[in-house]
């Protein structure tokens, strides 16, 4: 298979260190940005990092493409979004079926471009702990298992690289070293508070916004309120529904693309382990 990899691509700190990381380690980094739609914005926002990378590590390197999304996230998450608020909460319900849709839309363009792994932005830093609020319930090991083990059925390995790597404080310091272009909100500052929105540094954006999920977490970004959400919730949720829906959009996907889907995956060799 091709020394290449897959890298879920917003162009935030985590992303965008991955990239600089992989470009060492690989032949080539396919960013994929993702729509997702309902209220997703800037998705070519992150252009200015991907030129960065690009000339640090040569024109050749980087494929960056922005994949459309909507129809697995219509289906994991808008579709279903009421009966799973109800039962596990708002971010079980509309951020980690996004999530799967990544995933979703990463298996289905490895199996199209021969492509053995796939990575992201991952990190035990923003996994909900304790007290945190910036943290988000796609950062639990339980979730990331689920995707490992739903992409290695199609022959994909998924590989959460950063996960315990390094902090966000030093990709953080690395990127602004190397120049890149970090939101003003992911800037290492001791108060952030609400009167920021009045801020026009606040709306200059190097990756999209997601102004859905900003106010799936009303609570977190107006009153500071942690909503409660546990690894157990997130399996319960996601786990059926990829099982039942994520396989039968990964069919359709290639049905409809008159793609046969057994053949590919017959004759698509097993990824060796890479840690």
């Known amino acids: ?21 992989l ?18 914005f800037a998705l070519k926002a992150n252009r200015v990092n991907v030129k960065l990378l690009q000339d640090i590590h040569g024109q050749d390197k980087f494929i960056h493409k922005i994949l459309d999304i909507k129809p697995f996230f219509k289906e994991l998450g ?18 980690i079926p996004c999530r799967a849709s990544m995933a979703l839309g990463s298996i289905v363009y490895a199996l199209e471009n021969n492509i053995p792994f796939f990575t992201d932005g991952a990190n035990w830093e923003q996994a909900p702990n304790g007290e945190k609020l910036l943290v988000t319930a796609d950062n639990f090991p339980e979730f990331l298992e689920i995707i490992k083990n739903f992409a290695r059925e199609y ?33 290492d500052r001791q108060k952030k508070s ?22 799936i977490h009303w ?3 107006f009153f500071n309120v942690k909503e409660e959400v546990t690894p157990e919730k997130v399996v319960a949720a996601i786990q059926p529904k990829l099982e039942t829906i994520g396989k039968r959009l990964v069919k359709e996907y290639f049905d409809n ?4 889907l057994e053949k590919i995956l017959q004759e698509r060799e097993i990824p060796l382990a890479e840690s």
């Not at 298979?1 to 990381?21: P, R, W």
């Not at 022959?155 to 030093?170: A, F, G, M, S």
């Not at 954006?205 to 859905?212: D, H």
């Not at 693309?257 to 046969?260: A, I, M, N």
Request: aromatic share 14%; hydrophobic share 35%.
């Open 78 to 95: 808008v579709k279903t979004f009421r009966e799973t608020q109800e039962k596990y909460g708002n971010e079980t319900a509309w951020c």
């Open 257 to 260: 693309k008159g793609l046969p």
């Open 23 to 40: 470009a060492q380690r690989y032949d080539k980094i396919h960013l994929l940005t993702f729509n997702k739609g309902y209220l997703h």
């Open 219 to 221: 609570k977190r970004n």
């Open 194 to 215: 609400l009167f920021d929105i009045f801020r026009r540094d606040f709306y200059r954006r190097v990756q999209p916004i997601c102004l859905s999920g900003y106010l």
């Open 1 to 21: 298979m091709k020394n290449e990899v897959i890298l879920q691509f917003s162009g935030g700190i985590d992303s965008l260190y991955a990239a600089h990381y």
């Open 155 to 187: 022959k994909v390995q998924y590989l959460p690289i950063l996960y315990d790597l390094n902090t966000r404080q030093e990709r953080r310091d690395v990127l602004l070293k190397l120049g890149a272009k970090i939101d003003f909100n992911s800037l």
